[in-house]
């Protein structure tokens, strides 16, 4: 298996993706990294890296895409990119996926333009893994597609579904519709002429979820629009860091208070960790045909490889197969249905 890893990307590149990469090399044998970027900043921190060097690709890649710039330009201009190359490495079967830090937009727009879409994909999706306090949920999509029809939603769902199937190992994953209530007749326009296609789509859908039972493992899957979900995820993000520092606060406020938290201490590290988005690394851009994550922009050395290895688990679980396969199914489905409504 190969990845291709864009070593300039993120507020830590070099540094982290070339350590994160390294990091991942030794976690999984079969693994080969093509590290891209400027080589003169990247080999600083490859330090002692003689164990995986017959695994390690080093490739000059001196152009980057800025979140500065226009996403779709960079791609079309800056062809000596590792965004660029990375995607074109996965389109000729060079590399198996992708990973970066880098711009979203320039992710999305090589996505898009470079790698391609899967056949009957309207618009692929970001779909982060989230905590749920059993384990994780995905939310789909978080801020790829800001206006949205119906059918994206259902297309969301098939990508979800997949995602669940073949990385995180679930039989039947549920799918929610994120609504303002739980009845089908409520929402807007958008979620209420969705519903009806969820109803019909090839997964098990099980009906409108409210925002707050987003994060209490009411859905395996959280299906809204680019809008909505960028909210979900930016609140839940804020919302967490305001807590953990509140209780940090109320702790450190007295002598009962410090004790208590010395003697909880292990239980507050599980819980950081279990809210961390370090676990995960990044978020798949589903919808594309190749394998690829999107790391956060602030990720250290250990979120890299955390976003490596769900890249690994992407690839393994045949993800871009799987959501091709029922695309396919659903519109053959649709296909037939119109051919006897119009018969009739």
């Known amino acids: 298996m190969t990845i291709y890893v864009d070593a300039m990307g993120g507020d830590l590149a070099p540094e982290a993706p070339v350590k994160g990469a390294l990091k991942a090399l030794r976690q999984y044998p079969h693994l080969t990294i093509i590290l891209a970027g400027k080589l003169d900043e990247v080999k600083p921190f490859l330090g002692d890296y003689e164990d995986v060097k017959d695994r390690l690709i080093l490739e000059e890649e001196p152009e980057i895409i800025t979140n500065h710039e226009s996403p779709v330009m960079g791609v079309r201009k800056k062809v000596n990119s590792a965004t660029v190359q990375g995607m074109l490495k996965v389109r000729s079967g060079e590399a198996d996926g992708f990973v970066s830090a880098g711009s979203t937009g320039a992710t999305l727009a090589g996505g898009m333009f470079r790698l391609g879409r899967i056949p009957g994909i309207e618009?692929?999706?970001?779909?982060?893994?989230?905590?749920?306090?059993?384990?994780?949920?995905?939310?789909?999509?978080?801020?790829?597609?800001?206006?949205?029809?119906?059918?994206?939603?259902?297309?969301?769902?098939?990508?979800?579904?997949?995602?669940?199937?073949?990385?995180?190992?679930?039989?039947?994953?549920?799918?929610?519709?994120?609504?303002?209530?739980?009845?089908?007749?409520?929402?807007?326009?958008?979620?209420?002429?969705?519903?009806?296609?969820?109803?019909?789509?090839?997964?098990?859908?099980?009906?409108?979820?409210?925002?707050?039972?987003?994060?209490?493992?009411?859905?395996?899957?959280?299906?809204?629009?680019?809008?909505g979900g960028n909210l979900i995820l930016k609140y839940t993000e804020g919302l967490a860091s305001a807590l953990m520092g509140t209780i940090k606060h109320e702790l450190m406020a007295d002598t009962r208070g410090k004790i208590a938290g010395l003697i909880a201490k292990p239980a507050f590290k599980r819980v950081k960790k279990t809210m961390s988005s370090?676990?995960?690394?990044?978020?798949?851009?589903?919808?594309?045909?190749?394998?690829?994550?999107?790391?956060?922009?602030?990720?250290?050395?250990?979120a890299f490889c955390s976003a490596i290895g769900q890249c690994v688990k992407m690839i393994d679980g045949n993800v871009v197969k799987i959501i091709e396969e029922n695309v396919t199914k659903m519109l053959k489905e649709q296909e037939q249905d119109q051919k006897q409504e119009a018969e009739q």
């Open 123 to 227: 618009r692929p999706a970001l779909a982060p893994l989230m905590p749920n306090g059993r384990g994780h949920f995905l939310l789909i999509d978080c801020g790829a597609n800001v206006d949205c029809k119906p059918e994206y939603l259902v297309q969301f769902g098939i990508m979800g579904d997949a995602y669940m199937r073949g990385v995180m190992g679930m039989e039947n994953p549920r799918i929610g519709l994120v609504n303002i209530g739980a009845e089908a007749e409520k929402g807007n326009k958008l979620v209420k002429e969705t519903y009806p296609l969820m109803e019909k789509a090839p997964y098990n859908f099980i009906g409108n979820v409210e925002a707050r039972d987003v994060p209490l493992d009411q859905a395996d899957v959280c299906v809204t629009d680019g809008f």
């Open 278 to 302: 370090d676990e995960i690394g990044g978020a798949p851009l589903l919808g594309v045909q190749g394998a690829v994550i999107k790391a956060h922009g602030s990720s250290n050395a250990y």
